[in-house]
Each structure stands twice: as structure tokens, then as C-alpha cells.
T-cell receptor, first 110, second 112 residues
């Protein structure tokens, strides 16, 4: 099946710093989403982005499908950005379920 | 619009028992998926239901089962619980275009 690798596994930032999280996938995808899991376990959908670039406030994401990677940018980080960020993809073959990466654990320190 | 609702939030069971978890999707969403999250294995797909039919199934033993009702609410059942079944069980529903996935808060199951 499709493989999803996220890097780095852990990241510690000072409040106000910027960061880039990466997601590599092993096959063509028809669906790619980024999620943030907060310390209470809630998974929040950040972006649906199988290709192209999107922005939402301080967050933006870019997927280069032909090169099989996606990037999540966090600017001017805040302590509330702490948590685990997951990339999830489904292969280009109909209604296949999302496969999640292991995540990047982000800690933002005041 | 209410989000995905999962009940109960926490459960404690003993080995050998069975458990039923409930999930109500966002109004209008007809697809419901279930995922298991553990520290060692991460997020793993259990199954997906669409209009009361199982559409996809992950690589889990037959002790894990589910169903979906005509109002799109879904339940999952785990029989003969094992210690390794301790996990956060997450339910998600897809939007009308079947693209974005929206998750509930999960049910934290502890098997003693």
C-alpha cells in the first residue's frame, strides 16, 4: 500500500518562529489532507490539498503531486499551535481510505 | 451545524468483555469511517460505511465490527477485548463531495 513519511518527527519552536513540516508519499494520490491534533486528542482538518497551494491565516500548504510531497508552513507560531500534525493521503484509485503518516509533534514555547 | 459526536468519551473494560462505541456524523454526511490510534501504530483505518453498506475495511481481526443505520449514525463493536485494544477510537465523516474528513473527539478505551 501507499507509504507516508513525515519529517521532522519532533520540533520545538520559540513563540513567533516559523516552521515547515514535510510529507512524502510513495504513490500518486487523489486526496491529501493535513490535520492538527490538539493536546485533548481532537483532530482538526487544516487543509484538503491534493495539489497546489492554499493559505488560511498563518498556515499555508503546498502539494507538488508530481514529486510526491507536501509542505505545511506555520508562520509566527503561537503556543496554541502545539500538538501533532498529520498528513493523510489516499491513493489514486477510487474511494480508498486515508492513510496517515506518523505525524510531527510540535511544541511552541513562550 | 453540529460536528461529529462520539459517545462515550471514556470507557474502561476488562479483558474478555465486549464494547460498543457510537458515532453521529455531521448532518448530511453519509460516509462514516473509524480509526484506531495507539502510540505504537499511530492512526490505523478500521472500516468505512456509506449508506449503511461497508465500503472499505482495514486489516483488523473479525472481533472488530461495525454498522451504519439509516440515519447515518454508526456503531462499532469490539468483542472479546484484549489489552492491546486499548486505544483512542476516532470516528470521521466525509463532506458532501466526499473529500474532506471531519473527526469527532474520540472514545478513549482502556482495557484492564
Amino acid at each position: 500500500g501507499i507509504q507516508v513519511e513525515q519529517s521532522p518527527p519532533d520540533l520545538i519552536l520559540q513563540e513567533g518562529a516559523n516552521s515547515t513540516l514535510r510529507c512524502n508519499f510513495s504513490d500518486s494520490v487523489n486526496n491529501l489532507q493535513w490535520f492538527h491534533q490538539n493536546p485533548w486528542g481532537q483532530l482538526i482538518n487544516l487543509f484538503y490539498i491534493p495539489s497546489g497551494t492554499k493559505q488560511n491565516g498563518r498556515l499555508s500548504a503546498t502539494t507538488v503531486a508530481t514529486e510526491r510531497y507536501s509542505l505545511l508552513y506555520i508562520s509566527s507560531s503561537q503556543t496554541t499551535d502545539s500538538g501533532v500534525y498529520f498528513c493523510a493521503v489516499s491513493a489514486y484509485s477510487g474511494n480508498t481510505p486515508l492513510v496517515f503518516g506518523k505525524g510531527t509533534r510540535l511544541s511552541v514555547i513562550a | 451545524k453540529a460536528g461529529v459526536t462520539q459517545t462515550p468519551r471514556y470507557l474502561i473494560k476488562t479483558r474478555g468483555q465486549q464494547v460498543t462505541l457510537s458515532c453521529s456524523p455531521i448532518s448530511g454526511h453519509r460516509s462514516v469511517s473509524w480509526y484506531q490510534q495507539t502510540p505504537g501504530q499511530g492512526l490505523q483505518f478500521l472500516f468505512e460505511y456509506f449508506s449503511e453498506t461497508q465500503r472499505n475495511k482495514g486489516n483488523f481481526p473479525g472481533r472488530f465490527s461495525g454498522r451504519q443505520f439509516s440515519n447515518s449514525r454508526s456503531e462499532m463493536n469490539v468483542s472479546t477485548l484484549e489489552l492491546g485494544d486499548s486505544a483512542l477510537y476516532l470516528c470521521a465523516s466525509r463532506d458532501l463531495n466526499g473529500e474532506k474528513l471531519f473527526f469527532g473527539s474520540g472514545t478513549q478505551l482502556s482495557v484492564l
